[in-house]
């Protein structure tokens, strides 16, 4: 594979150089404009435009969104959730999970039937709180371990 370029032939997706720095500014804030994105690549702003729009149009870019100061909203303490279930009850946990305000994100990986979350509390009494009398009350929870994230070095994702 080329150093300038993203291929997945297999999707017969292809991302060049200025896709992907398109795809890293848009990252890094949702609300820049065709015409700063125009600028920072070196072409027009209709020619950015259309490129987002196709990469909206595969799927890409699935959507524009918000990242919010968890601070700045009472969520001082970031935590990561060890959540285990019952076999049979993994995917209906997994979707209580997602609908939770204070859960960023619920991922499953092989090997266990687990489920991992980052979530943001109060702070360590709020965690409790959380865990005892909003996480363990999904049925088919069957054990959650948690630990309190002290330090994040990054946060931003580009690709899912």
Same mark, same amino acid.
């Given at each position: 594979m080329r150093e300038d370029s993203l291929d997945f032939d297999k999707l017969g997706i292809h991302l060049d150089k200025t896709d992907i720095r398109i795809l890293k500014l848009l990252a890094n804030d949702s609300r820049i404009s065709y015409a700063e994105i125009a600028r920072e690549v070196?072409?027009?702003?209709?020619a950015v435009r259309e490129r987002v729009m196709k990469m909206l149009e595969e799927g890409i870019i699935e959507r524009f +969104?918000?990242?919010?100061?968890?601070?700045?909203?009472?969520l001082n303490t970031p935590v990561f959730l060890q959540v285990k279930a019952i076999p049979n009850k993994l995917?209906?946990?997994a979707d209580e999970l997602v609908k939770h305000p204070q859960i960023e994100s619920v991922y499953v990986m092989t090997g266990k039937n687990e489920l991992y979350a980052e979530a943001f509390v109060e702070d360590v009494?709020?965690?409790?709180k959380f865990v005892f009398e909003e996480i363990y009350k999904i049925e088919g929870i +069957?054990?959650?371990?948690?630990?309190i994230i002290t330090k994040k070095y990054k946060s931003r994702r580009l690709f899912t």
């Open positions: 070196h072409l027009s702003r209709m +969104t918000v990242q919010l100061n968890s601070k700045k909203v009472g995917n209906d946990v009494e709020g965690l409790e +069957t054990e959650v371990e948690y630990n």
